[in-house]
């Protein structure tokens, strides 16, 4: 039996715990999630039936997996106290941290088989997207492991370098927050074209539900669909060629250079 514990029950740690028990993947029983935050543990109890300690060392004590879930600057003195134990029990340890390489996870924490992982908080719904990398010391087996775990959650996808970890960093593990600003902003200019915020709400969220399944579901690219919402001479054609004079690509490819140079840079920073 696979005990997992949790370095960290915030945000991202509450999306991954939610989307492997929702999905059947994991019995709660197995995970022990270590958080200093007492309201954070009483209620990961409370939604989740995992154990839940305020000691990270009690976490790991049998754990084979430990996701490493705090923030990139908390991470070397989080680490600090358990290194002991971790390299006596050398298990499969996951970073989901952003930043924080494979070398410097391996020397702060003594663990050899050691994957970064970059998720998104929609992993909460079972809809998750991550991109894996490992080291060579990861086995087989826990490769297999991490992709079955993480997979619960979403998709999985291994990269080919660490690099890319920083690019899939801008995209999914940032990526959500993309669409809720473009949610927000969609609220907003429909309120200010006369609907209630409830209406505006609810056709906006049930849009960008629908066109994310959509999108997902079709053989055909989103280009293509785009296309066939756009009647020539009509009301999209407008609003598309207001988005293209705005240079919107050039701002999408700008965000998503800044968002993957911050991963760089605290990877520089904080690697040491
Ligand atoms: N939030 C996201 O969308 C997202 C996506 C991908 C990756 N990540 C990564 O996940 C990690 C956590 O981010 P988050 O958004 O969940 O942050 P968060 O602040 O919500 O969670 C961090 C948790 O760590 C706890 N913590 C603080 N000190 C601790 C300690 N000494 N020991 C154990 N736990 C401690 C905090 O109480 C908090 O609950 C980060 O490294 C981030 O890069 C986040």
Redesign the pocket.
Known sequence: MTQIAF????????SIIGGLIREDAVNPDLIHV????EE?RQRLEADFKVHTHAE?LDAIANATVVIL????Q??K??LAPLAATLTARQPLLIS????ISLPTLQAWSGCKAVVRA????PALTGTGATGLFASDEVSLDQRNLADTLIGATGIAVWVKTEAEIDAV?ALS??G??YYFLMMESMIAAGIKLGLSEDTARRLTLQTALGAGKMASASEVAPDELRRRVTSPGGTTEQAIATFEGAHLRDIVQAAMDAAARRAAELSDELGN
């Open positions: 370095i960290g029950g915030g945000n991202m740690a509450t270590s958080d200093p935050g954070q990270n879930a705090v923030k990139p908390m991470m003195e989080v989901v941290a952003a930043g970059m998720p998104n908080t960093t593990g940032s959500p927050a």
